[in-house]
């Protein structure tokens, strides 16, 4: 009785799938591996992790403007009282910690902190000329450029700390593409106990 060669082909290859190849019976080289390296989905704001450079801007704004302005109408208040307190606390909030909210949000606390360092330091340089200036002896040129140098240092780092939050998300957004960075492979293994198949992963 003989066979079909459709049968014949089947009932060998599933003598060869199920089976194993013992070296030295005949079984041939297996081809080269073929691997495909395969990158992580390019960032954007669906993968887990990414930060909105819009939403970095918006907190640094929002962050800055809206205690600044919800205490612009109680900035003269006669100081002492608990208005005027709440008013220094709040404003001074603003001033420090606002612009650097964006970069907070970015994950980014170092470049944060430097901001509100160095806002900080400039506010300081205010205050000693402001009291000086009370003093019955006055302020001298000296104490007057401290002031006024602070006073434009401050401005400045508030302006360029909210201007940059958008940058901040993007270095963390591009750090995190290189670390998801990832390759896949499928490689054929021919070992003594047979046939098989290897995947591998590499970050």
Do not use: C
């Amino acid at each position: 009785m003989t066979k079909s060669p459709k049968v014949l082909y089947w009932l060998g290859l599933s003598v060869l799938l199920s089976g194993p190849v013992r070296a030295g019976e005949g079984a041939g080289s297996l081809p080269p591996p073929d691997t495909t390296a395969v990158s992580a989905p390019p960032g954007g704001e669906s993968v887990p992790g990414m930060k909105s450079g819009k939403t970095a801007l918006l907190l640094s704004v929002l962050g800055t403007v809206v205690p600044a302005a919800a205490t612009l109408p109680f900035i003269w208040e006669r100081s002492g009282t608990s208005l005027a307190k709440t008013t220094a606390i709040v404003g001074t909030g603003a001033y420090l910690f606002g612009p650097s909210l964006g970069h907070f949000y970015s994950g980014r606390p170092g470049r944060a902190f430097a901001g509100i360092g160095l806002r900080a330091l400039a506010a300081a340089g205010v205050v000693v000329a402001g009291f000086a200036s009370s003093s019955e002896a006055g302020a001298n040129s000296g104490q007057a450029a401290i002031g006024v140098a602070g006073a434009v240092v401050g401005g400045a780092s508030v302006i360029y700390d909210i201007a940059s939050a958008p940058h901040s998300a993007q270095i963390h957004n591009n750090e995190m593409r290189r670390g998801m960075h990832a390759t896949f492979g499928i490689v054929p293994v021919d070992g003594l106990r047979g046939i098989g198949i290897r995947a591998s992963v590499a970050f």
